[in-house]
Antibody, heavy 122, light 107 residues
Framework: EVQLVESGGGLVQPGGSLRLSCVGS????????MTWVRQAPGKGLEWVAY????????YYVDSVKGRFTISRDNAKSSLYLQMNSLRAGDTASYYC???????????????WGQGTTVTVSS | DIQMTQSPSSLSASVGDRVTITCRAS??????LNWYQQKPGKAPKLLIY???TLQSGVPSRFSGTGSGTDFTLTISSLQPEDLATYYC?????????FGQGTKLESK
């Protein structure tokens, strides 16, 4: 079964740091771009960051640039999101997702984890 | 960044109704438009990619059309399990922005 499982969420004070992890199973992790998407309570989906199969390319939404770092360890089938200088506005459920890439069909997110919740509050 | 705007934001419908949700992009996204379904407390699920291609396992009552800046998601005959929030997403250019969502509720 193809699966993604996130962990690492929790309560953190403003200005603090947190590292999210996502472990993939049931597929060749190293063959896929991967992404993080977040959802603030009661709000819509926001694409956060995106990393190439080998980690050589990374992209971020402007609101997290310079504060968040996406990385991966293909030997461990793991994706990470290092979040620094956290703000109340970063409070959300964070989902990792597998990206199916194609020049004809574009990119889509075909497998999602269950999400991990990050709460930034004093 | 490309802005994605969905309408309506919420919709009440009955089982058996034909339902249409629209998504408009602030600039052309060519055919790089996906639709996701999300039920309360669950992760989103890919429904349709590249405007009109159904993801494996998605019922044929779902369909998508459009190109460039204007897109639609149609449910031909609403079923109880279709009550959810639907999001469009463009993958033409980073950041891959989502629409604000359309919440489909029971009338």
């Amino acid at each position: 079964e193809v699966q993604l499982v996130e962990s690492g969420g929790g309560l953190v004070q403003p200005g603090g740091s947190l590292r999210l992890s996502c472990v993939g199973s049931g597929f060749r992790f190293s063959s896929y771009w991967m992404t993080w998407v977040r959802q603030a309570p009661g709000k819509g989906l926001e694409w956060v960051a995106y990393i190439k199969e080998d980690g050589s390319e990374k992209y971020y939404v402007d609101s997290v640039k310079g504060r968040f770092t996406i990385s991966r360890d293909n030997a461990k089938s793991s994706l990470y999101l290092q979040m620094n200088s956290l703000r109340a506005g970063d409070t959300a459920s964070y989902y990792c997702a597998r990206v199916v890439s194609g020049a004809i069909f574009g990119d889509n997110l075909d497998v999602w984890g269950q999400g991990t919740t990050v709460t930034v509050s004093s | 960044d490309i802005q994605m705007t969905q309408s309506p934001s919420s919709l009440s419908a009955s089982v058996g109704d034909r339902v249409t949700i629209t998504c408009r992009a602030s600039q052309s996204v060519r055919s790089y438009l996906n639709w996701y379904q999300q039920k309360p407390g669950k992760a989103p699920k890919l429904l349709i990619y590249a405007v009109s291609t159904l993801q494996s396992g998605v019922p044929s009552r779902f369909s998508g059309t459009g190109s460039g800046t204007d897109f639609t998601l149609t449910i031909s005959s609403l079923q109880p399990e279709d009550l959810a929030t639907y999001y469009c997403q463009q993958s033409n250019s980073v950041p891959y922005t989502f629409g604000q969502g359309t919440k489909l509720e029971s009338k």
